[in-house]
């Protein structure tokens, strides 16, 4: 179903809201063997909000916009009562004392939390293999990745575990799962969504956004959890206003980045990509070629700011402020050692080369280089978006890989989020549509609109999803 489906229901009393919650729990307990996408599931909270909605419907109370509607959080995202782990030994123990910004307004909107979903730890990671607690596996596909880090919210939706999810995407980390597992997933832009409550990574790139199944639902979410928060100072003041129309194609200008055609682009990708472009053409659109001339240094630059970003962050997981601690009897220096061995090699790894990049006699030549790098790819979406309304290509090079393909080679890890990164970098929103399948796997297109275009981003998606083809084999 969908939220609207939902909505129409518990007002009809076709059914109760705990009726659907008993059935996608149902779901996760046939699934979840197989699947892993949840660290934890929260049946007794969800049946209590259920049965808190179906005694205000008996009432005759008004229902919110989303009553009813069963949701999992990546476990980045804090709910007061339920363990959040980031994917990590660090937090293994750790239970959230108070609910993220965007946990309360779905919970003040009706929406019923099923449970936390797995993540690469600390967001760190393109597979969702990086996790302390194992991996996820691609619904569609068993075998495959469900791609990262929000693999665990991604696979929950593609396996009907859940009717929508939050992630949260640092260069990728919502569009690159959503691609891989055949679902729709939205980064807003920077600002727009509250980041209280969320564990950071990075902080000038992460941002929350909604995973579905279809484009209406996502817009539906992100309606909910934007807007301005007190407790977030890099919040701004953002009213999306009412849902949104399928986009009139005829007299729309898509911008293609030549940049995201060139080689190392699985070819059966570029081929599913260029036929929705030529079905957009042929509706009306005016397809056109444009350049994105520093997407080749938008990567380094990323890694650059992501681990210097994340090496400050995760400073205060010494085990004495915050975190895992194991090494209580040990001198200060032994126990800052012995505390972080509760890190994964990843984790470790992107501390390292943020500290590194940070430190003195270096800070110039990377971190402020690539700074510099990051108002240039401004500059070249500005110059993008004066030539065309929105910009279409590839989520990834990649299509969805074999578990343990890539996860001993860092560099082929980092990889996968090419086409992704560089929305962080500038802050823009983009969204990923699925639009076929390539060898059996899913296939996504990202769409990228300048700040604060939501609406327009939302009614381009809805028109490319009423004419994909989106028909795939699923594996559970």
Known sequence: ????????????????AKEITESF?????????????????????????????????????EIPELAGVPYSLKDAILAKGVPCT???????????????????????????LLG????????????????????????????????GSSGGSAASVAAQECLVSLGEDTGGSVRLPASFCGVVGMKPTYGTVSRSGV????????????????????????????GKDEQDATSVLYEYGDAVDPMQIEGLTIGVPKEYFAKGLDPDIEKRVREMLGKL????????????????EALAAYYVINTSEASSNLARYDGIRYGHASGMHLSLQEAFVANREAFGE??????MLGTFALSAGYYEAYYKAAQRVRDLLRKDFSEAFSKADVLM???????????????????????????????????????????????????????????FKERLLFSVAKTVEQIADTSYHSGV
Do not use: W
């Open 346 to 351: 990843e984790v470790k790894r992107r501390i």
């Open 199 to 226: 564990i950071a990574l990075a902080s000038s790139l992460d941002q929350v956004g909604p995973f579905a199944e279809t484009v209406q639902d996502c817009e539906n979410v992100f309606r909910v959890i934007s």
């Open 86 to 112: 980031a994917g990590s030994r660090m937090l293994e123990h750790y239970t959230a004392t108070y609910d993220a910004k965007v946990v309360e307004n779905l919970r003040n909107a009706g929406a019923v």
């Open 281 to 296: 053409a042929n509706a009306g659109a005016n397809v056109q070629e444009v350049s994105l001339p520093r997407t080749s």
């Open 393 to 451: 290509g590839p989520v990834s090079p990649f299509l969805p890989f074999p578990l343990g393909e890539r996860v001993e080679d860092p560099l082929a890890m980092y990889l996968v989020d090419m086409y992704t990164v560089a929305a962080n970098l500038s802050g823009i929103p983009g969204i990923s549509v699925p639009i076929g399948s390539a060898r059996d796997l899913p296939v996504g297109l990202q769409i990228l609109a300048p700040h």
């Open 25 to 61: 729990l149902h779901n996760i307990r046939e699934k979840e063997p197989q699947v892993h996408a949840f660290l934890t599931v929260t049946s007794d909270l969800a049946l209590q909000q259920a049965q808190e909605i179906d005694s205000n419907i008996l009432k005759g109370k």
């Open 116 to 147: 936390k979903t797995n993540m690469d730890e600390f967001g760190m990671g393109a597979s969702t293999e990086y996790s302390a607690f194992g991996p996820t596996h691609n619904p569609r596909n068993l075998s495959m990745v469900p791609g």
């Open 1 to 16: 179903m969908t939220i609207r489906e939902i909505q129409t229901g518990l007002r009809e009393k076709t059914f109760s």
